[in-house]
């Protein structure tokens, strides 16, 4: 089946993530290939680490880093903040603002530490204490309202 398959990634790909292959029609003629664990969210969820709600509280924490950035990123060619005093929706500062809500009640409800863990597991991808991350994901899917998110494994 793999040999078929026109863009199923590269061998380097495959032997470093889960490349899953999931039909795009009614019969399943044409497939695609996707990789399910790009981050460490992503494996943590697959190994039931982490519950959907957790999950989709780091999603969205995720978003609000790129939104506020918070992430490096080649520079586009749209326009980039700015600091006239005209156009207050493109400065830096409030680019910021779009996550200090959240990093907020992380902090005040979860601690430094769990913050900290939410941070490294969510930007940086790098491997934290579980229980830390669960602890500050809890606290986030209060935030973002992502607790009654259903578990699709278990459906």
């Known amino acids: 089946m793999l040999e078929s398959m026109v ?3 590269t061998e380097e ?9 999931e039909s795009i029609d009614l019969r399943g003629v044409f497939k695609r290939a ?7 969210i992503d494996c943590l969820f697959l190994e039931k680490l982490i519950t959907a709600p957790q999950y989709s509280a780091a999603e969205e924490y995720m ?9 490096l990123r080649s520079p586009g060619w749209e326009d980039g903040p700015r600091s006239t005093g005209r156009d ?15 990093r907020d009640r992380l902090r005040r409800e ?16 790098a ?12 606290v986030l899917s209060m935030y973002f309202g992502t607790t009654g998110v259903k578990d699709p494994r278990k459906i």
């Open 127 to 138: 491997p934290v204490s579980v229980a830390l991350l669960r602890q500050g994901l809890d």
């Open 34 to 40: 996707r990789v399910t664990d790009q981050t460490y």
């Open 88 to 102: 207050k929706g493109k400065a830096m500062s409030s680019r910021i603002m779009a996550i200090s809500g959240a």
């Open 63 to 71: 978003y609000l880093m790129l939104k506020s950035g918070a992430f």
């Open 13 to 21: 790909l495959r032997q470093k993530h889960r490349v899953e292959f």
């Open 7 to 9: 863009a199923c990634g």
């Open 110 to 125: 979860a601690g430094p530490d769990a913050t900290l863990a939410v941070d490294l597991a969510v930007a940086s991808d």
